[in-house]
């Protein structure tokens, strides 16, 4: 069965002070990793999609790494305006054959000033 | 990416009613997806509906209890039927696997 598990569930750090989240999946055939953002009150925000390992991505602050078995987003230096739920989603097959998208519960990150 | 316009934003319903949510995009998309996000737990698809067929539902979600219209390219609404607190809830659209997502329902039944 596919599966999604993010750690830590919640993470709080001080303004500047860079840290790591974890996602490690199984999956029958990894056709792609999703990274979202997601705020109170709002949808998740595509952040990045990763297809194989060893592959990076990088978008202001935030990098998203890939291995066989889990993903990384690090956030170098981070500010109180990137306090958020980062999600993340592996591509996967539904009964029906179609793609579907199976997702982590979540790290909620608390940013500091 | 297209953008997609999600309403209601929020309702607070009687148990025993229904409840339908819409989804607008701004442009033609061949493949919606339904999300449920319960509280504290992972975004889960109910269904994917494609225009001019029938929706796909995933294990545990039934028609009866989420049915899905997608009359065109860009539209498409899901029902909570028969509403339980336990359908209490956010519900989210998005199209093509999930690039762009609405902004969400947040239902709750009391």
């Known amino acids: 069965e596919d599966q999604v598990t993010q750690s830590p569930e919640a993470l709080r750090l001080q303004e500047g002070e860079s840290s790591s989240l974890n996602c490690s999946y199984t999956?029958?055939?990894?056709?792609?990793l999703f990274w979202y953002r997601q705020d109170p009150g709002k949808g998740p925000e595509f952040l990045f999609t990763?297809?194989?390992a060893g592959e990076e991505k990088e978008k202001e602050r935030l990098k998203a790494t890939l291995t066989k078995k889990e993903s990384f987003l690090h956030i170098t230096a981070p500010k109180p305006e990137d306090s958020a739920t980062y999600l993340c989603?592996?591509?996967?097959?539904?009964?029906?054959?179609?793609?579907?998208?199976?997702f982590g519960q979540g790290t909620r990150l608390t940013i500091n000033p | 990416s297209a953008v997609i316009s999600q309403k209601p934003s929020r309702d607070i319903c009687q148990r025993g009613t229904s409840l339908t949510i819409q989804c607008q995009v701004d442009?033609?998309?061949?493949?919606m997806f339904w999300y449920r996000q319960q509280p504290g737990q992972s975004l889960t698809l109910i269904a994917t509906?494609?225009?001019?067929?029938?929706?796909?539902?995933e294990s545990g979600f039934v028609i009866d209890k989420f049915p899905i219209s997608r009359p065109n390219l860009t539209f498409s609404t899901l029902t909570v039927s028969n509403m339980s607190p336990e359908d209490s809830s956010i519900y989210l659209c998005?199209?093509?696997?999930?690039?762009?997502f609405g902004s969400g329902t947040r239902l709750t039944v009391v």
């Open positions: 989603a592996v591509q996967a097959r539904s009964v029906w054959g179609a793609q579907k998208l199976v």
């Open positions: 999956v029958s055939g990894l056709r792609g």
């Open positions: 990763l297809y194989s």
């Open positions: 442009s033609q998309v061949t493949m």
């Open positions: 509906a494609n225009q001019g067929s029938e929706a796909t539902y």
């Open positions: 998005t199209h093509s696997l999930g690039y762009t």
